[in-house]
């Protein structure tokens, strides 16, 4: 009997990717595009959803050239919680002043609509409890709204459909307008089983999405993973190179696929304190250009700061909350590139590139050990330099995107070891942030006993034993190391009807390939350095209501 497999396709910020897997959750092959993304203006973000769907199309021909069409089954789609606009022909409409139609997505992280975020929020309406108490830039009604008021012409008035990224693709390879409950339930306010709440839109100004019971934003749902339409439509099989028909499974936000990649994973025989535990006693991280704290509950849990709970928003049937950074590995990156002696860390990578594996963050990861005593633990170089990690704002558990970054400790000092030293007090601040979260989590009654890690932070061991040892929890890491393809598979697998369900087939797909344990020896360490983080946070607020005073 023939082999079966399923495609996973996941669409980050800066590049396209796809994976072939196995019903037993196993890459067999991978490929990668980047895509482009403009800034017009400064926290204005956007991109081109025909560009974004040509390159989805290029890596699903790669990874399947050379495999029967009948014997790939399913095929699941994640990406950004972007906005893409498109008018009543399906085709795109420009959202920026310059008026490209080809530029129709705005963003995840582009924070233009701050303060309408601000009015939604002090406008109180009760559909906030579900994202504590905060509306965020990075969500899609104060992004609507500010299409409304700043490109009325260009862009609102021509726009019939309004879609999450996911939403997008799992419409353009189904050609069904059903919307998966992941996007709509986090990002619009949707709330099952009622459904859109009419008077929030209305109360905001957004009235006119009410027509037609609610076409331009969704007016049918469907929990992730369910089978769209009759499969592939003829036009997207040609463009992808598979058999019209495949089953086609409600799409995922990114980070949400990465969840199920991870956190349904069997941990027999890992002496796990989640072991015999139900699910809820875990946590996903997915670390990338963001990160995003995935907790679920059976009961709702309403945390401040955080949003949720979302009912069947990643696993049906339970409820969901998520914490988030807005920046992590962008912030690394920043921080280091920004950095005086990167050149100098460069010519040195450059030197040692016989050296399999090896890269900037390797590298530094290698020099901050040479430079700890064989007796000391490498975090303990990172007592006196202290960093505040917002500067893009706080997501969670403060919900403030008016939060800037801070760094605290500086000489007159650039060598590479000061960049070294930076470097490490900025994973160190990101790994506090995961603490914090943890903590107003737990306050509202959540029991997280393990982490459990993926995303392109993930591959870096140091960013992953500082999250260990901050937090005191163990971390899991996947077996197959590109989760997020695994749990866009997951849903072609569902879609399929392989599985029976997301729960089955989390169980079946994701592995345990490696543990990492806290490290006792810092745990006073990390006390106090978190007695600092909190210090930096009241600081920050002082200043800024000085500063506020006329």
């Not at 650039?414 to 903590?439: N, R, S």
């Amino acid at each position: 009997m023939a082999e079966v497999f399923y495609v996973g396709v996941d669409v980050g910020t800066a590049s396209v990717r796809a994976a072939l897997v196995t019903r037993e959750g196993l890459l067999k092959s991978t490929a990668q595009e980047p895509i482009g993304i403009w800034e017009p203006e400064s926290d204005h973000y956007v991109q081109s959803s025909t560009e974004i769907w040509e390159k989805c199309c290029t890596v699903v021909k790669k990874v399947t050239h050379g495999v029967e069409k009948s014997q790939i089954r399913g095929i699941g789609f994640d990406a950004t919680c972007s906005l893409v606009v498109l008018d009543q022909s399906f085709q795109p409409v420009p959202v920026s002043q310059e008026g490209d139609p080809q530029r129709n997505i705005v963003m995840w992280m582009d924070h233009r609509a701050t303060e309408q975020a601000d009015r939604i929020t002090k406008n109180g309406h009760r559909v906030l409890s579900r994202v504590g108490g905060v509306m965020s830039p990075e969500m899609q009604p104060p992004k609507l709204l500010w299409l409304k008021e700043n490109l009325k012409e260009s862009c609102w008035n021509k726009a019939s459909h309004f879609f999450d990224l996911p939403d997008f693709l799992s419409w353009k390879a189904s050609g069904s307008l059903t919307r998966s409950l992941c996007t709509l339930v986090c990002k619009w306010t949707y709330c099952p089983p009622e459904g859109w709440d009419a008077s929030f839109w209305t109360s905001i100004g957004l009235d006119d999405l009410l027509e037609n019971n609610f076409s331009k934003i969704g007016s049918v749902t469907c929990p992730p993973g369910s089978p769209l339409g009759e499969g592939l439509t003829q036009e997207a099989a040609a463009d992808l190179g598979l058999d019209p028909g495949t089953a086609v499974g409600a799409s995922l936000i990114d980070a949400h696929a990465g969840g199920l990649g991870v956190i349904g994973a069997d941990v027999k025989g890992f002496h796990l304190p989640c072991e015999g535990q139900p699910i809820t006693a875990r946590m996903a991280l997915i670390c990338g250009t963001s990160t995003c704290h995935m907790a679920i509950s059976e009961q709702p849990r309403f945390v401040p700061g955080v949003w949720g709970p979302y009912l069947s928003a990643m696993v049906p049937g339970l409820w969901l909350n998520e914490g988030g950074q807005s920046v992590t590995g962008r912030l690394i990156d920043h921080m280091v590139k920004g950095h005086t002696a990167y050149t100098q860390l460069q010519e040195q990578v450059q030197q040692r590139l016989p050296f399999a594996g090896e890269n900037i963050y390797s590298y530094l990861n290698n020099h901050l050990s040479s430079m700890a005593n064989s007796c000391s633990a490498v975090d303990l170089l990172g007592s006196s330099l202290h960093v505040w990690p917002d500067f893009h704002g706080n997501r969670s558990p403060l919900a403030d995107p008016t939060l800037k970054g801070m760094v605290v400790g500086l000489s007159l000092s650039q060598t590479l070891d000061d960049l070294a030293l930076l470097y490490l007090a900025t994973m160190q601040a990101l790994a506090l942030g995961t603490l914090h979260i943890l903590e107003a989590m737990k306050e509202a009654g959540h029991e997280i006993r393990t982490l459990f890690l993926c995303g392109g932070l993930s591959k870096n061991n140091l960013f992953v034993q500082i999250h260990a040892n901050t937090t005191g929890l163990p971390v899991v890491l996947p077996d197959q190391t590109e989760a997020v393809l695994v749990g866009a598979a997951v849903l072609g697998a569902c879609a399929s009807r392989h599985y029976s369900s997301i729960q089955e087939a989390m169980e079946k797909m994701a592995k345990v390939g490696k543990v990492v344990q806290p490290d006792s020896e810092v745990q006073s360490f990390y006390e106090r350095k978190y007695k600092v983080f909190l210090r930096l946070l009241a600081h920050q607020r002082e200043c800024q209501a000085l500063m506020s005073q006329r």
